[in-house]
């Protein structure tokens, strides 16, 4: 019981509180824009397996101009 009377409230709990949810939603945010960042090098790195698969392949070769002269 004794110990229920000498009790006091910690004035620094509500500040690292506050800090701690701040840094929660920073980190929330960062991690939104890295998933936007991987979806869009996704889509870049789907462009860039298409287009070496239509134009590096040695099935499809580069069509020519019909110019044979060197440049």
Do not use: C, Y
């Amino acid at each position: 019981m004794k110990q229920l009377l000498n009790w006091r409230r910690d004035p620094g709990v509500e500040q690292r509180k506050m800090q701690h949810e701040q840094r929660m939603k920073q980190l929330e945010s960062e991690i939104e824009q890295l998933r936007q960042e991987n979806a869009w090098l996704a889509a870049i790195e789907f462009r860039l397996a298409r287009f070496e698969q239509e134009h590096l392949s040695g099935s499809n070769p580069l069509s020519s101009t019909g110019d044979s002269s060197p440049s």
